[in-house]
């Protein structure tokens, strides 16, 4: 498979402006990836005519209704693997920029994504985009409670945090169901995921996690609590 936008010039670009920055940002992420030193806005400023570009391709396959992927697949590999981390940035972006030409095979994908190079960083800038295709398809529901019970942390964060922002479109069988799956564990970033995608739901419906957080107070971390609780009050009690 050949990207179908030449970005070389854009690996070149983003390697002529390697910073000191790149030390501290990689102190940041606790050093698991190495950084190039590119901050958020020149990263975004840097890609926007290659971006500008690749939409153009889109949106021309799209109209011409081929059977060819109009997500350029490629290039999401070719950065993806690329060591440093604004590259993985660069495909978070641009799939959040793209993902109305997601089709539900593309899952596998995107399930790739998660698991490779994990990191906060990088999960939670692709939550949002598979939430759109879970949403835009609904048969994904089960792999999302499929992800929820994995021995994956990342994945398991996934399936709870990818209706972030869905408000009273939400599933709350579905959140229900992920967040169960997710309880039992001291693992930081599963009980803290749990506990934002509970807090950003109570903006829509405090009583309904209210409830969940009763009916499952012994086995919630006070992490998840904390969070979920925290525009409102509703003491826990320790068990």
């Known amino acids: 498979m050949t990207a179908l936008v030449n970005t070389d010039y ?3 670009e983003m390697y002529d402006h390697r910073s000191e ?18 901050k958020s806005q020149l990263r975004r400023d840097i890609f926007k005519p290659y971006l500008k570009e690749m939409k153009r391709v889109a949106k021309v396959q799209a109209k011409e209704n ?16 690329l060591p440093e981390r604004e590259f993985q940035y660069i495909v978070c972006d641009y799939l959040k920029e793209m993902k109305k030409y997601l089709q539900p095979d593309d899952l596998p994908r ?7 190079k994990s990191w906060w960083d990088s999960v939670d800038a692709l939550v949002k985009t598979i939430g759109y295709s879970v949403h835009k398809n609904p048969d994904l529901k089960s792999e999302m409670a499929a992800w929820s019970s994995s ?8 399936s709870m945090i990818h209706q972030l922002g869905m408000k009273g479109q ?20 599963i009980n803290k995921g749990m506990g934002w995608i509970l807090r950003d739901y109570a903006k829509t419906n405090q009583n309904w996690v209210e409830n969940f957080l009763k009916n499952h107070e012994s086995d919630l971390s006070n992490l998840t609590w904390r969070e979920a609780t925290k525009y409102f009050y509703l003491e826990k009690n320790q068990i």
Not at 66 to 81: G, L, M, N, P, R
Not at 172 to 188: G, P, R
Request: aromatic fraction near 14%.
């Open 170 to 189: 939400t599933d709350t069988i579905l959140l229900a169901e992920t967040c169960e799956n997710c309880l039992h564990t001291d693992e930081f970033f």
């Open 21 to 38: 920055d790149a030390v501290a940002m990689a102190k940041y992420q606790r050093d698991q990836f190495p950084f190039i030193g590119i």
């Open 10 to 12: 854009l690996m070149e």
């Open 110 to 116: 995107l399930k790739i994504l998660i698991v490779q």
């Open 66 to 81: 081929t059977d060819e992927d109009i997500i350029d697949w490629a290039f999401v590999k070719a950065f993806w693997d």
């Open 151 to 158: 021995d994956n942390i990342w994945l398991k964060r996934t």
